[in-house]
T-cell receptor, first 114, second 114 residues
Framework: AQSVTQPDIHITVSEGASLELRCNYSYGATPYLFWYVQSPGQGLQLLLKYFSGDTLVQGIKGFEAEFKRSQSSFNLRKPSVHWSDAAEYFCAVGAGTGANNLFFGTGTRLTVIP | EAEVAQSPRYKITEKSQAVAFWCDPISGHATLYWYRQILGQGPELLVQFQDESVVDDSQLPKDRFSAERLKGVDSTLKIQPAELGDSAMYLC????????????FGEGSRLTVL
């Protein structure tokens, strides 16, 4: 069965600092991997996705993620965080009926301090 | 910009009452999903539609939950009777097709059961 682990419940970073959010997955086949962001009072928005090919994936808002099969990880990174990046971040694996059948992690809440 | 519409945004009900949520996906999106997000957890898929057909409802508690998408456009999720443990955010999402890798989420309907 598939699972997604986001070990950090809450992370606080200073504006302008770099960011890395961790995600580990468990899935028997080649995974489809995603990062979604949920701002307060809003729905989830796709940041980036990995299906195949280049293991370093670029997304929106300056985010990137790297798929490491040997570590079963798909960590999200951003070189310089902006105050508007404060939100909840969810890693997800696509399983079952197509890539869109998403299984989400429990999320990491990001706080950005001035 | 096209959005997924959900209503109501907030619903407070007493246990044993019936409650219904409505979702209007982005025009032209064939696939529609209902997710439940309990506070502090990631979204969990309840049901997935492809046009008017149910593709996956394995996680839908069918003794009290029902979902329909009669004309393959908008959808209704019903709970009858509501229980205290049903308090959660109910998220609707849509995608162009079942394997595109990108879901578009609505803002959700927050249910509180007293």
């Amino acid at each position: 069965a598939q699972s997604v682990t986001q070990p950090d419940i809450h992370i606080t970073v200073s504006e302008g600092a770099s960011l890395e959010l961790r995600c580990n997955y468990s899935y028997g086949a080649t995974p489809y991997l995603f990062w979604y962001v949920q701002s307060p009072g809003q729905g989830l928005q796709l940041l980036l996705k990995y299906f195949s090919g280049d293991t370093l994936v670029q997304g929106i808002k300056g985010f990137e993620a790297e798929f490491k099969r040997s570590q079963s990880s798909f960590n999200l990174r951003k070189p310089s965080v902006h105050w508007s990046d404060a939100a909840e971040y969810f890693c997800a694996v696509g399983a079952g009926t197509g890539a869109n059948n998403l299984f989400f992690g429990t999320g990491t809440r990001l706080t950005v301090i001035p | 910009e096209a959005e997924v519409a959900q209503s109501p945004r907030y619903k407070i009900t007493e246990k044993s009452q019936a409650v219904a949520f409505w979702c209007d996906p982005i025009s032209g999106h064939a696939t529609l999903y209902w997710y439940r997000q309990i506070l502090g957890q990631g979204p969990e898929l309840l049901v997935q539609f492809q046009d008017e057909s149910v593709v996956d409802d394995s996680q839908l508690p069918k003794d009290r939950f029902s979902a329909e998408r009669l004309k393959g456009v908008d959808s209704t999720l019903k709970i009858q009777p509501a229980e205290l443990g049903d308090s959660a955010m109910y998220l609707c999402a849509s995608s162009l097709d079942w394997d595109t890798g990108e879901l578009f989420f609505g803002e959700g309907s927050r249910l509180t059961v007293l």
